[in-house]
């Protein structure tokens, strides 16, 4: 995770280089920059450095973190999970944050998209870093926002990115997606259940 840490700190410095520096030469040198990033995350990741590149390049701008937003839905004291057709395994419903919309209106919506239930959002139970916490690495820096929503009506349905939906018990939990959700992270909020006075965990 330190070397992880490095990697995308450097693609940052390269990015905010790309975006406000003006001679040609200092332009030359962070995307060598920018290059090496690529090149050193792929080896750590053992995956193809071409993917990485497309990701990197597609990135403009100064550098922040992105927004990955999670509903946390509860029923009779079991979580409500989706099994993620990309890898078979389960994960909250949510995904990145859209421009437009509020993280509240991402979290319904998401819900919706991807279970078939419809949910109001009624707090936000945490803010963690995924940096901090035992997911796979990745490119991006991400900020993770978990929000706590009420079922208001609804039918579990398959969709495009899920096989469909299920309550879990924390004692029962099935194989998580990982770079979605941690078995720490749902028995955080489990004890928010527990304990509906609890403050917003932050990172």
Known sequence: M?????????????????????????LERYRELR???V??????????????RLVFAAEDGYPTPKVDVR????????????????DGRWTLPGGWADVGSSP???????????????VR???LLAVLDKAKHAHPPQPSYVYKLFIRCEL???APQETLETEGCDYFARDALPPLSLDRVTEPQLLRMFAHLDD???PTDFD
């Open 71 to 86: 509903a946390v839905v509860f029923r009779e004291g079991k979580v409500l999970l989706t099994k993620e057709r990309a």
């Open 121 to 123: 959002p009624v707090k």
């Open 39 to 52: 090149e050193m995350l792929a080896a750590e990741a053992g995956v193809p450095e071409e993917p990485l």
């Open 104 to 118: 509240g209106e991402m979290a319904a919506r998401e819900t919706l998209e991807e279970t078939g239930y419809v």
């Open 196 to 198: 509906p006075e609890r």
């Open 152 to 154: 208001e009506g609804g």
């Open 2 to 26: 330190r070397r992880l840490q490095w990697i995308q700190r450097l693609q940052a410095i390269a990015q905010t280089g790309l975006t406000y520096a003006r001679d040609p030469y200092d």
């Open 35 to 37: 290059a090496l990033a």
